[in-house]
């Protein structure tokens, strides 16, 4: 049984859905690998209480919420530009 069947049981623990574009959701992925996550979902809880935690790096989630609005418009701000921008270069 996976760690994610075994909290369907608990009633601490709330299931949400989230849409997002393909395309970011393969950075996700790749980026949650990359850093030695278990899973996505671990990766993603970690981000959303790094961002209640830490609310001055917000500016970094919402340039990556304009960039997949943009990408859905084929008008997007490279990865690699937001990484350097707030100095999270994995390299």
């Given at each position: ?15 949400i ?46 340039d ?6 943009q990408?859905?418009?084929?008008d ?16």
């Amino acid at each position: 049984m996976s760690q994610a069947d075994a909290n369907d049981s608990d009633p601490e623990i709330d299931r949400i859905n989230l849409r997002i574009s393909r395309p970011f959701l393969e950075v996700v992925d790749e980026t949650w690998r990359e850093r030695g996550f278990n899973s996505r979902s671990e990766f993603i809880r970690y981000a959303l209480r790094d961002s209640v935690n830490h609310p001055e790096g917000a500016g970094l989630w919402k340039d990556i919420a304009i960039s997949e609005a943009q990408l859905d418009e084929t008008d997007s701000i490279p990865s690699d530009e937001i990484r350097s921008q707030y100095g999270t270069d994995d390299e």
